[in-house]
């Protein structure tokens, strides 16, 4: 079955931070991986895809992700954490065209 | 360009009766999706759509549930005998789904449902 784990439930940083949300995947055959946030009453925004090639992914709001295939993770980051980044942060898998989602992880970022 | 929009934002309503909750998808995405977002159970998939093909109902929990997408554009997603447990934000997707698994979805804000 293809699955994500999201091992914390929490991560709290300090403004300007170095910030770094984990997830881990158990797939067979070639994973494709997501990264979505959810502010607060709004939906998912998608925020980075790995489909193929290079493992750094680079997205939207100066996040990335490093795919590791040999430590099945594909951890988001951020190199300097701002208050706005507070969130809840969804890791997920696309299988048979939909997605299988983690439990997700807040983020707080303090000023 | 216009997102996905979902309505209502909000519905309540009492144990026993139906809902509707509507979305329209971005023009020309070919694909739709609803998921269920709720405390217990996170983001579970319920329904997929891609152009004229056959659902996949999979995610469905509950021959409560039924959704329907006309014109190829925008779904309803119909709860019958709506019970306590049903509670939770009902959100849409879509993405340009031409056979590429790589395509990203799209949501909207969702719906809340609340059932009292």
């Known amino acids: 079955a293809q699955s994500v784990a999201q091992p914390e439930d929490q991560v709290n940083v300090a403004e300007g931070n170095p910030l770094t949300v984990k997830c881990t995947y158990s797939?067979?055959?070639?994973?494709?991986l997501f990264w979505y946030v959810q502010y607060p009453n709004r939906g998912l925004q998608f925020l980075l895809k790995?489909?193929?090639?290079?493992?750094l992914v680079k997205g939207s709001y100066g996040f990335e992700a490093e795919f590791n295939k040999s430590q099945t993770s594909f951890h988001l980051k951020k190199p300097s954490a701002l208050v706005s980044d507070s969130a809840l942060y969804f890791c997920?898998?696309?299988?048979?065209?939909?997605?299988?989602f983690g439990a997700g992880t807040t983020v707080t970022v303090r000023a | 360009g216009a997102g996905v929009s979902q309505s209502p934002s909000n519905k309540v309503t009492e144990k026993g009766k139906d809902v509707e909750l509507r979305c329209d998808p971005i023009?020309?995405?070919?694909?739709l999706y609803w998921y269920r977002q709720s405390l217990g159970q996170g983001l579970e998939f319920l329904i997929y759509?891609?152009?004229?093909?056959?659902?996949?109902k999979s995610g469905l929990p509950s021959d409560r549930f039924s959704a329907e997408r006309t014109g190829g554009s925008v779904s309803t997603l119909t709860i019958q005998r709506t019970q306590q447990e049903d509670s939770a934000v009902y959100l849409c997707?879509?993405?340009?789904?031409?056979?590429?698994?790589?395509?990203?979805?799209?949501f909207g804000p969702g719906t809340r449902l609340t059932v009292l």
């Open positions: 997707a879509s993405s340009l789904d031409m056979g590429l698994v790589g395509n990203e979805q799209f």
């Open positions: 797939v067979s055959g070639n994973p494709y």
């Open positions: 790995y489909i193929t090639g290079d493992n």
């Open positions: 997920a898998v696309r299988r048979d065209y939909k997605l299988s």
């Open positions: 023009s020309g995405h070919t694909a």
């Open positions: 759509f891609q152009g004229n093909s056959a659902p996949d």
